[in-house]
């Protein structure tokens, strides 16, 4: 595998994004102690059609900061194709994920790359978002704020790997290499094709961090490695909350997936009757229904764990009926990853 420089590539993916990335730039420019350091922004625009790509421009200019900035077109919708197309480009042995409403506290590249620096076994460094509303602080949102990548991830620093199931994409760092071994595999993610500019599934992030894990790298967290998460108005409503918890109840599927064969090597459902998407349709229905019931005569409007649950199941029962037989092909094709991966050293963390 060929040397790739020292330094971070920090990765920006962004739609129609005109709005929001003046100060994740700012943020950016003012970084502290990466004057040695290799360096770079790629920003990835994602068919914005809001001049995007002449505002970010002008906007770094304007900063007078001495890191380059890349704008990349990626004509094709989907966060996830954005992002594969800035980690292709990247040209540094860390990469860094800043969403376009990030921003990053003025030493996190420089911590960064201390932390990725002192361990080559380490493969995803996660930190702590902090909440920036553009207005008031929704009552609800303390008790959600996971759902937004806001507070701490994990109860302790270090390696974390036997500690925790997974950091969110905002703010994640990351190896190079591992992209690369990645790549020797041809892999591609499931919601690749099924999260695009206006959607709200997530969960591409998620699949990229299991992969890493498979391959035997460690899971490292600081929690002084911070980031202010910008949440518009537009987001710190009750409707917006119940979109994220119906999108991530349709991503839901492929993650568990990622979960059952981080522990099995078969496939599940070998002893049952039925299909194994039916027989995971039906019973979730059950627990539908009985929910529903449940909830006829409470206000919707309410902001209440059982009904964001009921949410997230109706996500998860629709996504299930739109797989039908290609849902057992989910576990197939990350078993047989995951025994290249066993079988071949070179793809294993150092």
Avoid at 116 to 121: K, Q
Avoid at 200 to 205: A, H
Avoid at 206 to 229: A, D, P
Wanted: with cysteine; proline share 3%; glycine share 10%.
């Amino acid at each position: 595998m060929s040397e790739v420089p020292a330094g971070v590539s920090i990765v920006i993916c962004t739609y129609n994004g005109r709005g929001k990335l003046g100060p994740t730039l700012k943020h950016i420019s003012a970084q502290k102690g990466v004057e040695h350091l290799g360096i770079e922004v790629l920003l990835i625009d994602n068919a914005s059609i809001d001049g995007t790509r002449q505002f970010a421009q002008e906007t770094w200019n304007g900063l007078g900061s001495k890191i380059p900035l890349t704008v990349i077109a990626e004509p094709k919708t989907g966060k996830a194709n954005a992002s594969v197309t800035g980690f292709n480009a990247a040209r540094y042995g860390f990469i860094l994920v800043c969403d376009d409403d990030n921003w990053l506290c003025e030493d996190y590249v420089q911590q960064a790359f201390e932390t990725m620096s002192s361990l080559n076994r380490i493969g995803v460094l996660g930190g702590r978002g902090v909440a920036a509303f553009e207005g008031d602080e929704p009552k609800w949102f303390s008790k959600y704020s996971r759902i937004f990548a806001v507070g701490p991830q994990c109860a302790k620093d270090g390696d974390v790997t036997d500690e925790i199931d997974f950091l969110w994409g905002a703010g994640m760092v990351f190896r190079k290499e591992a992209w690369t071994r990645l790549r020797q595999l041809n892999y591609s993610f499931f919601l690749n094709e099924t999260r695009n500019g206006s959607s709200n599934w997530g969960g591409d992030d998620v699949e990229l961090f299991e992969m890493i894990r498979m391959m035997g790298y460690r899971i490292w967290y600081n929690n002084n490695l911070t980031f202010q998460h910008y949440t518009p108005k537009g987001r710190a409503t009750y409707e917006y909350l119940k979109s994220r918890f119906y999108g991530m109840g349709r991503s839901r599927l492929y993650l568990q997936a990622y979960l059952y064969c981080r522990t099995h090597d078969e496939l599940p459902g070998g002893q049952l009757n039925y299909p194994l998407w039916l027989d995971k349709w039906q019973y979730r229905l059950r627990i539908y229904l009985k929910q529903m019931w449940l909830l006829l005569f409470k206000s919707k409007e309410d902001v209440s764990d059982d009904y964001l649950k009921f949410i997230a199941l109706k996500g998860e029962l629709h996504e299930l009926w739109h797989l039908k037989g290609e849902y057992t092909a989910i576990f197939e094709k990350i078993l047989a990853i995951k025994k290249r991966i066993s079988e071949n050293p070179e793809l294993k963390s150092p």
